[in-house]
């Protein structure tokens, strides 16, 4: 009774205008606008007067829904100021080269990613949709756990390949039938989050252990079963081009997640979406000549000398991971020169972000055409042969 009597006789103090003048500062209040001792006033008045408490937290509210929604994700810029600053002062034992740092990067993000969603979302279906040159668009629904799955029976093929141990040892090389193994088995998310994160930083450690130039370690093509998923035709494969085509599939499905979810996610940074830009853009060729092969082309075939590549096709890729790709239309195998650039048959502009999603198979040719001039067939052929680089 003796605090309520003290609150009364406070009030029966307040002078009109005080609270009037409190009064005005609540909105002011309500948005964290107010001097520090403006709002140790409001605060004190809101405990005595009813009317102006009630007032403060419909203000305080509507505040709220006048906030700019934040992207839950770490800006991707960030992970590489931290590594630079520390670097800077104290250079990395074994640094990871250059070809394998977008597969350490699309890791950490997609770790993160996993991290901020609930357990509820785990369970979300995720799409997952490719090209098949004979069946035309494909699909298949999953969940979060079953993507990582299938990252992990991917990813296990390079494992195996630079001796580290492959997940699936009886699963065989094929990729698709080593994601459907990986499948057949029920798991909690630890048990698919785990071992695909340990996977994925042993592979970390295992380039930076290797080192080298891009191009300069190889490894047998045979390895990696799907032959046709990486550029070129010997037997010996870039180890690079296995770092970089599992970075991509990192990327590709992390997006596939945060779509499903409805996670903000960016796409990769400038220098290391070039890399991948330039990988699918490297791909191109031998796709173009399995299609023609298969009968698939629309474009009249040209019979070309060996080594010569016939006609070209000028691929400008904007954005800031983008670049100019000559592509050899007629002979998969040979160097595009100078001259035969400047004589490009057809010319197609595509964004970045585009091209790389047509290649993974997430957009169809029709939705990924921006600017094209030229022979219209050259152009089609090239576009249907980009979606053919896509995988389940």
Not at 92 to 110: K, N, Y
Not at 151 to 156: E, F, K, N, V
Not at 241 to 253: I, N
Not at 329 to 347: F, G, I, K, M, Q
């Amino acid at each position: 009774m003796g605090d309520e009597a003290e609150r009364a006789e406070h009030r029966d103090e307040r002078r009109p205008g005080d609270h009037q003048e409190l009064m005005s500062l609540l909105g002011a209040w309500a948005l964290s606008a107010c001097a520090a001792d403006d709002a140790e006033r409001v605060e004190a008045h809101l405990h005595d007067c009813g009317g102006c408490a009630e007032e403060a937290l419909r203000l305080r509210d509507a505040a709220l829904l006048l906030q700019p929604q934040v992207s839950l994700d770490l800006d991707p810029k960030l992970r590489a100021r931290v590594l630079d600053g520390c670097l800077a002062r104290r250079p990395a034992t074994q640094p990871i080269p250059s070809w394998a740092a977008p597969l350490d990067f699309e890791a950490a993000r997609l770790d993160a990613l996993l991290n901020d969603i609930t357990e509820d979302e785990w369970r979300t279906p995720v799409a997952l949709r490719w090209f098949d040159d004979h069946e035309g668009w494909l699909g298949r629904t999953t969940t979060v756990s079953g993507v990582l799955d299938h990252l992990l029976a991917g990813d296990g093929l390079l494992a195996r390949a630079v001796g580290l141990p492959d997940p699936l040892p009886d699963a065989g090389d094929d990729p698709g039938a080593r994601t459907f193994a990986r499948w057949a088995g029920a798991r909690s998310e630890a048990d698919a989050w785990r071992p695909w994160r340990e996977q994925t930083q042993a592979l970390v450690r295992a380039a930076a252990g290797t080192g080298g130039r891009a191009g300069e370690r190889t490894v047998p093509r045979a390895r990696f079963g799907d032959e046709d998923r990486l550029p070129g035709t010997g037997p010996l494969l870039p180890l690079s081009d296995a770092y970089l085509d599992r970075a991509f599939a990192c990327w590709v499905h992390a997006d596939d997640i945060a779509r499903a979810v409805e996670y903000p996610y960016d796409p990769p940074l400038g220098p290391q979406l070039r890399q991948l830009v330039d990988l699918a853009a490297r791909r191109l060729p031998e796709s173009i000549a399995r299609r023609r092969r298969a009968g698939l082309a629309v474009s009249e075939a040209r019979l070309t000398t060996a080594g010569t590549p016939g006609r070209t096709l000028h691929l400008e890729v904007e954005g800031a991971g983008g670049g100019h790709f000559y592509i050899p239309l007629d002979s998969p195998s040979a160097t595009v020169s100078r001259t035969a650039a400047r004589e490009a048959v057809a010319h197609v502009a595509l964004d970045d972000v585009v091209f790389c999603q047509l290649a993974a198979g997430r957009i169809t040719p029709d939705e990924a055409a921006s600017g094209g001039e030229g022979d219209p067939l050259v152009i089609h052929d090239v576009l249907c042969a980009a979606a053919a680089l896509s995988r389940l």
